[in-house]
């Protein structure tokens, strides 16, 4: 690991950071937006220092962590989400499945996909630090997956296959992840306390990286949204709605809420900070009331995959030429691995 001098007063060392949100196969979009910015710029992971995500936001940062092209992660989506999230022969059958019995889809496609894409990688592979947050049940507590660095001695020879699974386990969709090499711990989706994974990653950077006596002085983030339903729901709506009724909107709209509050709090902390801080948001391209029943983190029908990769692309093209956003490219990252 090479060691950064510290800082004088005439230097900008920015720590940059990309985060990118989770939202399972809308993840599609995210990685499409990165497509067009790599198709600019070249590999994202040549400019930000750290890269977070959070479960479908995870997969995608681990990809780029480890060099892979954003364009191959984004055909992976395409190509392989009905194997991830195929659909029931019998109407509501995964539902039902999802409410009464092991939930609502296996795990084993998913991991069969992920071991070709990722094959025995570990952590300690890749090109980047990272933060993929997690949530222990065997221990109740959030739980980040972090590259090793400092003083920090625990994830470097964790396979990137058992990351992303436990980034990614959202409770009643899929089961939860157990992973050997921590003593038989169990996982959850990281998206239960931070799908948007910003804060997790300014924490990390100011205890590590930013401040006095740090190699660096200041916080620049560009966050990346999932595709999420802007539309809102109409009025009327039953008051007494059940598990079956909620079904994946349960947990979407608890998802869609923790990514636009952080959103919210670095907004603020922009204004108020004494740290030199950037923050750039990406967001949803917008989705009307009659589009919303093709976003839906696991709908994955040949339609919604073609109207989420559509505004991905449409979200692309603005997002590579706004000039707030290539400025993150006018220097390749200062933390060498």
């Not at 995210?30 to 040549?46: D, I, K, M, N, Y």
């Not at 998913?110 to 894409?117: P, Y």
């Not at 947990?251 to 004494?274: A, P, R």
């Amino acid at each position: 690991m090479k060691m950064i001098k510290l800082l004088t007063k005439e230097d900008y060392r920015p720590f940059k950071i990309l985060c990118i949100d989770g939202g399972g196969i809308k993840g599609l979009y995210s990685a499409t937006v990165l497509e067009h910015l790599e198709q600019r710029f070249g590999p994202c992971g040549e400019y930000f220092d750290m890269i977070c995500g959070t479960s479908t936001g995870g997969l995608i940062a681990l990809g780029l962590a480890l060099g892979k092209p954003a364009t191959e992660i984004s055909t992976l989506y395409a190509d392989e989400g009905r194997k991830i999230f195929p659909r029931s022969i019998v109407p509501f059958g995964r539902r039902i499945c999802q409410a009464l019995w092991g939930g609502k889809y296996s795990d084993r496609p998913l991991k069969k996909i992920l071991e070709a894409f990722f094959q025995e990688k570990k952590v300690g592979d890749l090109k980047n630090l990272i933060c993929i947050p997690s949530y222990s049940v065997t221990d109740a507590r959030p739980w980040v997956f972090k590259r090793d660095h400092g003083l920090l001695d625990r994830d470097n020879g964790t396979l990137l296959v058992d990351v992303a699974l436990a980034t990614s386990a959202a409770p009643t969709f899929f089961p939860l992840c157990e992973i050997p090499r921590y003593d038989h711990k169990q996982f959850i989706d990281g998206g239960v306390w931070a799908n948007n994974p910003t804060l997790v990653g300014i924490i990390e950077a100011l205890t590590y990286f930013v401040g006095k006596d740090k190699p660096f002085n200041a916080v620049e983030v560009l966050s990346v949204s999932s595709l999420s339903n802007t539309g809102g729901k109409s009025v009327g709506l039953s008051r007494h709605r059940s598990f079956i009724r909620w079904g994946a909107d349960l947990f979407d709209t608890s998802l869609n809420g923790q990514s636009v509050f952080t959103d919210y709090f670095l907004q603020k902390l922009c204004e108020m900070n004494d740290i030199k801080f950037k923050y750039v948001r990406i967001p949803s391209e917008l989705v009307s009331a009659e589009q919303q029943h093709l976003v839906k983190l696991d709908c994955a029908r040949t339609k919604a995959i073609r109207f989420i990769r559509g505004k991905g692309n449409d979200r692309g093209t603005m997002a590579k030429k706004d000039p707030t956003i290539a400025a993150f490219f006018n220097n390749k990252k200062l933390y060498n691995i």
